[in-house]
């Protein structure tokens, strides 16, 4: 399996309660090494900008305030099938579905404020990295 990587962000209602740390634990725990961090307050066009693809949804408009409520950490993780381990630690959108052992299902309050984001295909990790992260940023 060839070592890849996946973006992620601590999510404001995990920064928040002081959880950077116990999430970065469980990333590490689930194989995954941050290569690149930085701590945030996004401004209103950056999380328009990154949650596009979501605009026609209806929660866009309440999902751009919740990310720009507080600060967040985006992250660069490497590791072995960066983007699929990082989708199984994080667990399911809603934390009423996610698995015992995952990020959303120990620390998630609702269907948005989920504690983290992670990419969902290696293209969109590319795309999202690029976002947040000039590559002299991400030390591997
Ligand atoms: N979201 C929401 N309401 C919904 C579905 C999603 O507020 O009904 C938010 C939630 O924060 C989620 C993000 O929008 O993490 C992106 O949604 P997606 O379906 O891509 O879920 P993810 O990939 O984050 O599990």
Same mark, same amino acid.
């Given at each position: 399996?060839?070592?890849?990587?996946?973006?992620?962000?601590?999510?404001?209602?995990?920064?928040?309660? +002081?959880?950077?740390? $116990?999430?970065?634990?469980?990333? %590490? @725990? $689930? !194989?995954?090494?941050?290569?690149?961090?930085?701590?945030?307050?996004?401004?209103?066009?950056?999380?328009?900008?990154?949650?596009?693809?979501?605009?026609?949804?209806? &929660?866009? !408009?309440?999902?751009?305030? &919740?990310?720009?409520? !507080?600060?967040?950490?985006?992250?660069?993780? @490497?590791?072995?099938?960066?983007?699929?381990?990082? #989708?199984?630690?994080?667990?399911?959108? +809603?934390?009423?579905?996610?698995?015992?052992?995952?990020? #959303?299902?120990? =620390?998630?309050?609702?269907? /948005?404020? +989920?504690?983290?984001?992670?990419?969902?295909?290696? /293209?969109? $990790? $590319?795309?999202?990295?690029?976002?947040? =992260?000039?590559? %002299? %940023?991400?030390? !591997?």
């Amino acid at each position: 399996m060839a070592v890849t990587r996946t973006f992620s962000i601590i999510k404001p209602d995990a920064t928040r309660r +002081n959880l950077t740390g $116990a999430v970065t634990k469980m990333l %590490e @725990e $689930a !194989g995954l090494r941050v290569v690149a961090s930085k701590r945030i307050h996004m401004s209103r066009e950056q999380a328009e900008g990154f949650y596009a693809v979501h605009k026609e949804r209806p &929660f866009f !408009g309440e999902l751009v305030e &919740f990310m720009i409520s !507080g600060p967040v950490v985006v992250q660069v993780l @490497e590791g072995e099938d960066a983007v699929k381990r990082n #989708r199984d630690v994080m667990g399911a959108t +809603n934390p009423k579905d996610a698995a015992e052992g995952t990020i #959303r299902k120990a =620390f998630a309050e609702s269907i /948005e404020a +989920n504690s983290v984001h992670g990419s969902d295909s290696e /293209e969109n $990790a $590319a795309i999202e990295i690029a976002f947040f =992260f000039k590559p %002299e %940023e991400i030390v !591997g």
